[in-house]
T-cell receptor
Framework: QSALTQPASVSGSPGQSITISCTGT?????????VSWYQQYPGKAPKLMIY???KRPSGISNRFSGSKSGNTASLTISGLQAEDEADYYC??????????FGGGTKLTVL | EVQLVESGGGLVQPGGSLRLSCEAS????????MSWVRQAPGKGLECVAN????????NYVESVKGRFTISRDNAKNSLYLQMNSLRAEDTAMYYC??????????WGQGTLITVSS
């Protein structure tokens, strides 16, 4: 299956909100409510930020939220902080025990 | 606390083999699907292989089929990836990840594989 489509980069100023989109197909994002989002700092392992489209793991700030409409999922970060500057990846279950990731989005906090 | 610790990475020549290991702790290993996810330098994430709780079902990305074999030993709380016929394009950080009800919720720190002559 093809990778999910994310913008290569987004930016925002501290305090602002940004949204990262993740577009798949009716066979992955559009079919399963199993979209997750990961934050990754350089040289570090990915960290789960959102799962099952909208849920936050324990310990994740409520500034992070997820949504989905059709074949596109979105991650919104509100009240942007300098520490949010990282790469973000979406991931969707694609059936038959397979996963598909987005290409990643570099978030820059201006 | 869930912990996943990978090992076995290193420099290998094209055509060579390596076996990666992932030691799990802090959870009941035998109750979870497990995955290997890789990330080439400067690139995105790719799920390479995964394996059912009891090892009875395995899935591979097309590019590694016939070359990589995922396995597990639930008695040792360990996950493995046997990598044969390695190619330059297999160069990547390889992460072990736990699959919790459809989400890769916990990741190790990774082990680096470099395929080069």
């Amino acid at each position: 299956q093809s990778a999910l489509t994310q913008p290569a980069s987004v930016s925002g100023s501290p305090g602002q909100s940004i949204t990262i989109s993740c577009t798949g197909t009716s066979s992955d994002v559009g079919y399963y409510n199993l979209v997750s989002w990961y934050q990754q700092y350089p040289g570090k392992a990915p960290k789960l930020m959102i799962y099952d489209v909208t849920k936050r793991p324990s310990g994740i700030s409520n500034r992070f939220s997820g949504s989905k409409s059709g074949n596109t999922a979105s991650l919104t970060i509100s009240g942007l902080q300098a520490e949010d500057e990282a790469d973000y990846y979406c991931c969707s279950y694609a059936g038959s025990g397979t996963w598909v990731f987005g290409g990643g989005t570099k978030l820059t906090v201006l | 606390e869930v912990q996943l610790v990978e090992s076995g990475g290193g420099l290998v020549q094209p055509g060579g083999s390596l076996r990666l290991s992932c030691e799990a702790s802090g959870f009941t290993f035998r109750r979870y699907w497990m995955s290997w996810v890789r990330q080439a330098p400067g690139k995105g994430l790719e799920c390479v292989a995964n394996i059912k709780e009891d090892g009875s079902e395995k899935n591979y990305v097309e590019s590694v089929k016939g070359r990589f074999t995922i396995s597990r030993d639930n008695a040792k709380n360990s996950l493995y990836l046997q990598m044969n016929s390695l190619r330059a394009e297999d160069t990547a950080m390889y992460y072990c990840a736990r699959d919790d009800a459809g989400t890769l919720d916990s990741w190790g720190q990774g082990t680096l594989i470099t395929v080069s002559s």
